[in-house]
């Protein structure tokens, strides 16, 4: 089963940030927080990852709580194309044999 | 292009028929990963391989689902004596160790049992 729970959906307006929250209560020490997006037919996709410091790419932010039991993903300005669901995931990081498990993520909806 | 590639895209079967989904991961990536993905859902984790050994398997969904990665580059997922409930989105993913194992996944084969 998955250690986190997620909004089932939310909705931005286009040019805003959006803020997807995720929360991890029973994560390890040892566990890194996973994003992960999927759009519309395709496989997913990755976004970024943190153990338990803010990490920042081109895609988006991520904030973790200093108890590192819940993080959010910031999409700093939202377009139509980040139309998709939002995965939020905890795993040993760099260990294949703990799969990803997903759970039903958010599904964002980007407004025009 | 070269990301994940899987085909086919899509497969339209009969109950009853074995079907065979490729994958064709990233060339230096060493580590293959098979999802399934029902309506609505998260994907869920089947086998994993690093190189051509299959680490994981107990997750298979049942003894007519096997697959392989003779090779160590593409891999094969089989779905023997197929049954309606088999019906899903097949996704596969690969990874490279060392690299805190972010997972590429390909689009996916979209199967059908009729």
Known sequence: DAKTTQPTSMDCAEGRAANLPCNHSTISGNEYVYWYRQIHSQGPQYIIHGLKNNETNEMASLIIT???KSSTL?????TLRDTA???CIVRVANSGNTPL???KGTRLSVIA | DTGVSQDPRHKITKRGQNVTFRCDPISEHNRLYWYRQTLGQGPEFLTYFQNEAQLEKSRLLSDRFSAERPKGSFS?????RTEQGDSAMYLCASSFLGNLDEQFFGPGTRLTVL
């Open chain 1, 66 to 68: 200093e108890d590192r």
């Open chain 1, 74 to 78: 910031i999409l700093p300005h939202a």
């Open chain 1, 85 to 87: 669901v939002y995965y």
């Open chain 1, 101 to 103: 498990v997903f759970g």
């Open chain 2, 76 to 80: 094969t997922l089989e779905i023997q």
